[in-house]
T-cell receptor, first 112, second 114 residues
């Protein structure tokens, strides 16, 4: 089955700076890669996703890049704000079924 | 849309008691997932349904856990008897395979078994 590794596990960034979280996956057949943000006491919320037919996708201050050859994808947050503080999870689908395999999460702290 | 609805939001029970967690998926979604989240094991998929039929229950930890989806708008996850190691946050998520593999999560149920 799919295996997803996520780094770093914790990340502290000065407000206004950029944050980058990286994930690698094992199954070359995976073709869907969502990112979720989980705030304290809440469920994971989808913030951006990318499919394997594109290399990059942007939505305001967040972007995701995908390198299919290397089997890794990254989340980029620019101009970070205190409300960006949360745990972020990457995931990859399991081709042929509807399951998602999640990374272990990155706790992002924005320092004012 | 109200999103995925879960109840109760918090549950505290004693070891040996039966616990039932409830989920209402987003209207129109045909897939439903139950996850468990702990610090040690992260997000674990327990079981998922497609069109109310259980497709993969390989993540269900043991026979004490059972899940049902009697109709497209309701699912339950039952633990009987409950044990302290079942303490976790349980999430329900729904999705529509026709459109995308995206899953939308509910707010979760925090279960504490004493």
């Amino acid at each position: 089955g799919e295996n997803v590794e996520q780094h770093p596990s914790t990340l502290s960034v000065q407000e206004g700076d950029s944050a980058v979280i990286k994930c690698t996956y094992s199954d070359s057949a995976s073709n869907y890669f969502p990112w979720y943000k989980q705030e304290l006491g809440k469920g994971p919320q989808l913030i951006i996703d990318i499919r394997s037919n594109v290399g990059e996708k942007k939505d305001q201050r967040i972007a995701v890049t995908l390198n299919k050859t290397a089997k890794h994808f990254s989340l980029h947050i620019t101009e970070t704000q205190p409300e960006d503080s949360a745990v972020y999870f990457c995931a990859a689908n399991n081709f042929g079924n509807e399951k998602l395999t999640f990374g272990t999460g990155t706790r992002l702290t924005i320092i004012p | 849309d109200a999103g995925v609805i879960q109840s109760p939001r918090h549950e505290v029970t004693e070891m040996g008691q039966e616990v039932t967690l409830r989920c209402k998926p987003i209207s129109g979604h045909n897939s439903l997932f139950w996850y468990r989240q702990t610090m040690m094991r992260g997000l674990e998929l327990l079981i998922y349904f497609n069109n109310n039929v259980p497709i993969d229950d390989s993540g269900m930890p043991e026979d004490r856990f059972s899940a049902k989806m009697p109709n497209a708008s309701f699912s339950t996850l039952k633990i009987q008897p409950s044990e302290p190691r079942d303490s976790a946050v349980y999430f329900c998520a729904s999705g529509s395979r026709l459109a995308t593999d995206t899953q939308y999560f509910g707010p979760g149920t925090r279960l504490t078994v004493l």
